[in-house]
Structure formats: C-alpha cells, structure tokens
C-alpha cells in the first residue's frame, strides 16, 4: 500500500504528524512535555491539531541530537530560537500556515463557511444547528471547518464581524454621496436590504449576546450604534442646509427615533405585517423627519 502523502500545508492529527516527521507518539509528546516543540492547537478535549510547523520543528530536533549530540537544555534552547514567533500564540502558526496557501482560495473557503453557517441558522436555528451540518452541506470536513473556526462559538463571532464588515463596507461606498439627502436615501434603502437578508441572524445574535460572558465580542448593539453614530452626524449636517433644527438640539436621540421606527417598519414589511413598499416607507419617514420644501430631493 503506498505512502499517503500529507498535503504539508494542512492540519493534521498525531497520527498524520507521526507519518510525516518519523517520530514516534512516545517522543513526540516527550518533546511537547519538555518544551521543544510548539504548543499544538486544541481543536476539542482530546483532540490536538498540528501542523508544517511541528514537523520542521521534529526534524530540526533530531539534527540538534543525531549530528550534533547536544543535550535536552541546548535543543530546547536553539529549537525556541528558531520557532519562537510560534510558542505563545497558536495563531501564530495559523497565520503563518494562511499565508503559505493560496489566500484567494483560503478566503474563498472560509466564506463559503460562514454563508452556510448564516443559512442554516436563520433556518433551522442557532442551537440546533451543528458543526457537522454545516460540514455535510458543504461537502467539506470537520478538519477544514478547525482550520478556521475554534468551535460554533467562534463561529458565530465571525458571523457577527461579517455583518459588521458588510455594514462598513456599505457605508463606504454610501460616503462617497456628497448630496447629503440622497446620501440619507440610499443609507435607508441599503440598511433595508441588509435586515431584510440578516433579520434572523439579528435575533440570533440579541439572544446569544444576553447575558454571556463569553459571547462579549457577539452584541447587536455595536451595529446598532454604528448606524446611529451615522444618522446623527447627518442630521447635524443637515441643519446645515435648514433642515430639522431640532436635531442640533441632541441629535443621537433623533437618530434614535428615526432609526428606531425605520427598524421596525423594515421589521414589519419583511414578515408581512406592513404591506407598504419600501419606496413609500422612504418617503413617508423623509416627509415626517426632514421636511423641507426648498430641498429639490425631498
């Protein structure tokens, strides 16, 4: 049976380490006991991952005391001087082995992940959801699924710095509007798009972020407020042009309002409990917020 050759670029259990290095199991977790290897990455209780990394670092052992004969304290000392940038931080080594492959198809293999992953939780979830659901549907294994995520949780973390960095991006291109008007348009229409496509993952996100000490990073609310930052600065540009004085006066609690009865009327049309279009829901909130005849866009 020949040799299965281990793509060096991948992870890999012990047992695939094991095959690529030529050490045994005894002295590989020798070495990690006494400190001449890299920490491995836990990818669950009894499960260690490792990588190209760990098997440079076997050979390099093996030079140090076949050619060199040098003892355990000297091994342990030049092995750290050459992998150091790898021994604290696990992402050190993930990093590295992203940047040794192909990035475009890296990225294009963790977003695939993370479309799937917004799929099935708006469908079936977020708790009944599991890894392997998401493996399966992708035709993929847990293994490549560890090379980017930690566990669901961290999963969910970069479900949620998604949208963060969808809304960003939107917002880029919405700034390049000079016409503070159809710029304020075009922030509605695009923000009504964007709940329309992550509704379900909103709720997912304000339910799992309640309460969880280990969900910080996961809160609605850093959305929420970057919207809000971004309507009050508007509305204070926008008296500028004698447009609602009002909002000068404490314009976050006017982006409040605003934003607040636009969110729930967005709410309302996408589970059809508002029959109105979003052409007429743009225009009436414009109408009502920011009247003002002598502006051609009103």
Not at 173 to 184: A, F, G, L, V
Not at 250 to 269: E, K, N, V, W
């Amino acid at each position: 049976m020949p040799k299965r050759k281990i793509t060096r670029t991948n992870w890999m259990r012990i047992k695939e380490l094991i095959e690529e290095s030529g050490v045994s199991r005894h002295n590989i977790h020798y070495y990690l006991r006494e400190g001449l290897l890299p920490p491995p990455v836990k990818s669950g209780k009894t499960m260690s991952l490792y990588t190209d990394i760990h098997v440079e670092a076997l050979k390099y052992i093996r030079t140090l005391r076949e050619e060199h004969h040098m003892p355990i304290a000297g091994i342990r000392r030049e092995v750290k001087l050459r992998f150091a940038k790898y021994w604290n931080s696990p992402e050190a080594i993930i990093t590295t082995i992203h940047k040794r492959k192909d990035a475009t198809k890296g990225e294009k293999q963790k977003e695939r992940i993370i479309e799937k992953a917004i799929e099935l939780f708006s469908s079936k979830g977020y708790h009944s959801v599991h890894i392997n659901h998401i493996t399966d549907a992708l035709n993929i294994s847990k293994g490549t699924f560890y090379i980017y995520f930690t566990n669901k949780e961290d999963l969910l973390v970069t479900v949620f710095e998604h949208l963060v960095r969808e809304m960003t991006n939107i917002e880029k291109k919405i700034s390049n509007i000079d016409d503070i008007i159809i710029r304020m348009r075009e922030r509605a229409r695009s923000y009504f798009n964007f709940h329309k496509k992550y509704s379900r993952i909103f709720e997912i996100i304000r339910a799992e972020s309640i309460g969880k000490k280990n969900l910080t990073r996961v809160n609605i609310k850093t959305i929420y407020n970057f919207i809000i930052d971004l309507i009050a600065a508007d509305l204070i540009k926008a008296t500028d042009i004698g447009l609602p004085p009002i909002a000068k006066k404490d314009p976050r609690l006017m982006a409040h309002i605003i934003f607040g009865g636009f969110d729930f009327t967005c709410y309302s049309q996408i589970i059809g409990l508002s029959k109105h279009s979003l052409t007429d829901i743009i225009e009436f909130f414009f109408l009502t917020f920011i009247r003002n005849g002598n502006h051609p866009q009103i």
